[in-house]
């Protein structure tokens, strides 16, 4: 549990030292995708960190192409 904290407060730290200066240049969109980046990365460092199981990215990939899963 306290991985999932840590990760938290890296996250926080980042966003407090990346947001000002992107708001600061008026880079809506560089900011809009740090934070889903960020977003996605710290849920799936927690995912992992509380030992769920987590989907074979590749099942994905083939169901967008037209295979099938299995």
Do not use: D, Q, W
């Amino acid at each position: 549990m306290s991985s999932v904290f840590a990760v938290l407060a890296l996250a926080a730290a980042a966003l407090g030292l990346e947001v000002p200066g992107l708001v600061k240049r008026k880079r809506k969109r560089e900011l809009a995708v740090f934070l889903i980046l960020l977003s996605i990365g710290s849920a799936l460092y927690i995912a992992l960190a509380l030992e769920t199981e987590l989907p074979n990215p590749f099942g994905v990939l083939k169901l967008a192409f037209g295979g099938t899963t299995g």
